[in-house]
C-alpha cells in the first residue's frame, strides 16, 4: 500500500511491509472530516491511500479559505507530529477516501531505523511551506483575474495525451482559493470559455491554450 508514497519511497520492498504492520488502514465518506483546525493534535500521521481531500482554514463566521487539494500518495498532519501544537488547518475529504494513520511512537520508532523517513517528512513540510508562501504572495500581489490565472495553472495536471485538466474544481472552491466572489470567477472563467482558453466538462477544467496576461 505504501508503495505510491513519496515519504516511504526510498525504503525496501521489506521496510515498507515491516513499517505497514503498524498503520491503521480507515475507510471515510465524502465529507467526513478528519482534521480539525485548532483541535490537539491526536499524534496521527495521515496518508492517502486513495480518494481526494481539501485542505481549508475558517473563520468564526465560517468563511473559507481553500489552502490545498490532497490526492492519493499524500500525507498530512506532519507539524503537529514534531511539535504537538493545535491543527493549523481542517481537511476533509471531498469524495470517498481509504487512508492510513500511523501512530506518533510507531513512526518515530521507524525514522531511528531509517532515518530517510525523516528527510522526506521535513522535504513534505518545506513544499507545503513554499506553497502557502506563493498564495499569500498572490493574494498580495495579483489582481483578481491573475489568482484564478495562477490557480488554474497549478490545478492542471498533464495527461498522457498532452492535454492540460485539473480534477473535478468547482466555481465555489475556486473563489475560495483566490479570495473572490464565486460571481466574479464565473464571470471570468465564461470569458476564457468565450474565448477558446479553456473548456469545462464535468467541473473539470482544460486550458486549451496560453491564458492572456490581463482580463
Avoid at 498532519?77 to 488547518?89: H, K, T
Avoid at 518515530?108 to 498564495?135: G, H, S, W, Y
Wanted: with cysteine.
Amino acid at each position: 500500500m505504501l508503495k505510491n508514497v513519496p515519504l516511504f519511497e526510498s525504503l525496501s520492498d521489506q521496510d515498507r511491509t515491516e513499517l505497514e504492520a503498524g498503520m491503521h488502514v480507515h475507510h471515510f465518506p465524502k465529507g467526513s472530516t478528519l482534521v480539525n483546525q485548532s483541535d490537539v493534535s491526536n499524534n496521527l500521521l495521515y496518508i492517502v491511500l486513495s480518494g481526494r481531500l481539501k485542505v481549508f482554514m475558517s473563520n468564526e463566521d465560517g468563511r473559507e479559505v481553500l489552502l490545498d487539494f490532497l490526492h492519493e500518495g499524500d500525507t498530512f498532519g506532519e507539524l503537529s507530529l514534531f511539535d504537538e501544537q493545535p491543527r493549523s488547518a481542517s481537511v476533509m475529504t471531498v469524495e470517498d477516501c481509504k487512508i492510513g494513520l500511523f501512530p506518533r511512537s510507531y513512526l518515530f520508532d521507524c525514522i531511528q531505523r531509517n532515518p530517510n523517513i525523516a528527510i522526506e517528512l521535513l522535504k513534505t513540510v518545506i513544499k507545503r511551506m513554499r506553497n502557502t508562501t506563493v498564495q499569500v504572495s498572490s493574494l498580495a500581489l495579483l489582481d483578481v483575474y491573475g489568482r484564478i490565472a495562477k490557480t488554474l495553472a497549478n490545478l492542471v495536471k498533464t495527461q498522457a495525451d498532452g492535454r492540460e485538466i485539473s480534477e473535478p474544481v468547482t466555481h465555489q472552491e475556486i473563489s475560495t482559493m483566490v479570495g473572490a466572489s464565486r460571481e466574479m470567477v464565473t464571470r471570468i472563467l465564461n470569458d476564457l470559455k468565450k474565448g477558446g482558453y479553456i473548456s469545462i466538462e464535468n467541473h473539470r477544467i482544460e486550458i486549451k491554450k496560453r491564458l492572456p496576461e490581463r482580463w
